[in-house]
């Protein structure tokens, strides 16, 4: 037995934890971050988790053919754009729902990412390169915890840039205008249609760029299982960070590790309810639902107009 | 934020109440044809789009649909394929389509499916002693109280915290299928089951039989028979007509008087104990036990048939008989032309995609409009 590994006992959990609330909460990260985009110009997405599955699908293939991981993040932020063009064709026309419409785009962007996807299953693809921050440790879990995505940093500096954009540019005041209040907005000139057009294209390029993630990070192989929901998720926790960029960075924090619990704790030797630890993402998406969810109020930061037909 | 409703809202939803399903409109024969016209023609725009997929993949669309055709429909042999997999999806498009009325979009079909497995096959195991009859019964009880108090929970959700039903209901997805590999890993583990964990079989002679001498089984009869009941109720009774009117405006159905809350927990509950019957069915005629076979997507394929449907019974019945053949049609399509087994999801997306579409052409066409209406 490695002496390290023996030592450190419970700290191998929280340490594995940690580290996966940042490796497993990349993708939440910018999905959340899209989702948020599309929020707060009044629309919401579900398509977006078939958007993350074309975006894992494209990044690795891409990354496959041309031996570079950089142009497969490209090729997820394309394949993402593209859907998004074709929900937001969707739900621009009159009395189409947005939620029924994600539905669909869920179905035709899996559909679409295990059709194309079905050769990439085997061959194995350039990744991205880990940042190495935990140079400075001699535990193997630490300096293993601290090979950092870049995608994560990308997200990172997404979530402040989004918060400078919401917070003080005309152009983020004009999307914040079309989500809380369209009528108001039209009426000073704003073109309603094309800033949600425009918001469900670049919040679905950011969907497919965390969809490069998973396949070229981690998990870090093209599986048609490699989603579980994620894109859904993200829609849970755009509410829970009520519409706050900054916060939606914190929010995938939690998910990450909530989704490692069970194999941290498989891995120390602890694998009673296994499966039910798996569900744990889940259960506390729906936790912070019940939570922050009333039928009493609208919830503070809620763009006005969302979910409304107009 | 929401203005008082004005007293205009309110007498005409007190009308509406007071005269109930009693008054019946004379039959429009224009707007009925718009509801066939328009879903039939979305549904063959997918079908074009998905021709001209498999143009550009290199392969001969009419050879493509003609398969398709001969795998589902083409002699009684693949029909009978075709309505053993129309069955579930007539029961699980019912949990999409109930709640629909309701103005909901519920799709935990597949949750509610395994979950409906899950407790029809705790109820059989309990009482295998049993005769048939008694087991099926059992079964089929435990699956639709299963399923049903499922969906009631993402109804009471939505009714008593404002929890947004379509999120919900999706995550309770993956919150059952995880709660089935607990159990079939563990409390309910037949120990001989060793690449699939599965819970311990129902006896071979206490399943659902199959209809006569042909290969479908009896969960086609409750499917059929669930799309009926579901029609008459939401179509002809005093119940589904305070659903349809709390669909239409909340505010009005609570200004007139309707008990909402109970009125959606029944209508979730019914939809889930569709669901839970898909399950039961899967488990007492096709499957014998419940493994992670149960999550085959035929919850998935049911939200495509509600929406296709229009949400309303009799036509799901068609629907489902027509998709069932399509996803009876995949082993075909690998085969013969080397296509993976994805593209039938590619296809019900862009079917999907083109019904939302429709849904925008509602109203548009001069033809549909009632004469001097």
């Not at chain 1, 935990?134 to 001699?138: R, T």
């Not at chain 1, 070229?216 to 870090?220: H, M, W």
């Given at each position: 037995m490695n002496d390290h590994s023996g030592s450190i006992g419970w700290w191998g959990v929280v340490i594995g934890v940690l580290a996966a609330s940042v490796r497993g909460g990349t993708p939440f990260l910018l999905v959340s971050l899209g989702e948020c985009l599309t929020e707060k110009s009044g629309k919401i997405n579900l398509g977006l988790e078939g958007v993350l599955l074309m975006g894992a699908m494209s990044a690795y293939a891409f990354s496959y053919k041309s031996g570079s991981p950089w142009v497969g993040v490209g090729a997820a932020a394309v394949a993402g754009a593209a859907l998004g063009c074709i929900h937001a064709f969707l739900v621009s026309r009159p009395k189409v729902n947005d939620i029924a419409a994600g539905i669909a785009m869920l179905i035709f962007g899996s559909g679409c990412a295990f059709y194309f996807g079905k050769p990439f299953i085997q061959p194995t693809a350039p990744q991205l390169p880990a940042i190495a921050l935990?140079?400075?440790?001699?535990l193997p879990q630490v300096s293993a915890a601290l090979r950092i995505s870049p995608l994560f940093f990308f997200g990172v500096a997404v979530a402040f840039a989004m918060r400078w954009f919401f917070g003080s540019t005309r152009w983020g005041m004009h999307v914040r205008a079309v989500g809380d209040a369209p009528a108001a907005a039209r009426a000073v000139g704003i073109s309603v249609k094309r800033t949600r057009v425009l918001c469900i294209v670049c919040g679905s390029a950011l969907g497919g760029i965390g969809g490069a993630h998973l396949s070229?990070?981690?998990?870090?192989a093209w599986t048609e299982a490699i989603s579980s929901g994620q894109g859904l998720m993200a829609v849970a926790l755009v509410i829970f960070a009520r519409w706050n960029p900054v916060q939606c960075l914190w929010a995938s924090l939690l998910f990450g590790g909530a989704q490692a619990i069970g194999p941290s704790l498989q891995a120390v030797g602890?694998?009673?309810g296994y499966y039910l630890w798996n569900a744990s993402p889940y259960v506390l998406t729906l936790l912070v639902m019940v939570l922050t969810c009333s039928t009493k109020r609208t919830l503070v930061g809620a763009p006005g107009a969302l979910g409304t037909a107009s | 934020m929401s203005p008082p409703p004005d007293s205009n809202t309110v007498a005409v939803a007190a009308a509406i109440a007071s005269q109930g399903a009693a008054a019946r409109a004379p039959f429009r024969w224009r707007p009925a044809a718009e509801a066939i016209v328009i879903p039939v023609g979305a549904v063959m725009a997918g079908c074009v789009l998905f021709g001209f997929f498999c143009l550009f993949q290199e392969k001969n669309p009419i050879a493509v649909f003609a398969a398709i055709y001969k795998a589902a429909f083409g002699s009684w042999y693949s029909f009978q394929n075709t309505l053993v997999r129309a069955a579930p999806l007539m029961l699980t498009a019912l949990c999409t389509a109930l709640p629909a009325r309701l103005g909901l979009v519920v799709i935990g079909n597949e949750g509610a499916l395994v979950v409906g497995g899950l407790a029809a096959t705790a109820a059989g195991l309990a009482v295998q002693a049993a005769p048939m009859p008694v087991v099926i019964g059992v079964m089929l009880a435990g699956g639709m109280i299963g399923g049903g108090l499922w969906i009631t929970i993402v109804g009471l959700l939505y009714y008593k915290r404002g929890v947004n039903e379509t999120i919900s209901s999706l995550l309770m997805n993956y919150i059952a299928i995880a709660l089935m590999n607990h159990l079939v890993n563990g409390l309910m583990r037949d120990p001989s089951s060793l690449n699939k964990p599965s819970s311990y079989p129902i006896p071979d002679d206490k399943m659902l039989p199959t209809i006569g001498n042909t290969n479908v089984h009896y969960g086609l009869f409750f499917g059929i028979i669930a799309c009926l009941i579901a029609w008459v109720l939401m179509e002809h009774t005093t119940f589904g007509f305070k659903v349809r009117m709390i669909g239409g405006n909340i505010r009005a159905a609570r200004m007139a008087g309707l008990a909402v809350t109970r009125l959606g927990l029944i209508t979730c509950f019914l939809a889930g104990a569709a669901a839970g019957i898909a399950g039961m069915v899967e488990v007492a005629a096709v499957h014998g036990r419940a493994n992670e076979s149960l999550a085959a997507g035929y919850g998935y394929a049911g939200i495509l048939v509600a929406f296709v449907a229009r949400h309303r019974g009799l036509p799901i019945i068609l629907v489902a008989t027509f998709l069932g053949g399509i996803l009876a049609s995949g082993g075909i399509l690998q085969r013969e032309f080397k296509l993976p087994d994805a593209t039938i999801l590619l296809f019900q997306g862009m079917v999907f995609v083109a019904i939302l579409y429709s849904d925008s052409l509602y109203g548009r066409f001069k033809f549909f409009k009632e004469q001097g209406a």
């Open positions: 935990g140079g400075w440790s001699n070229l990070f981690y998990p870090g602890i694998s009673n | -």
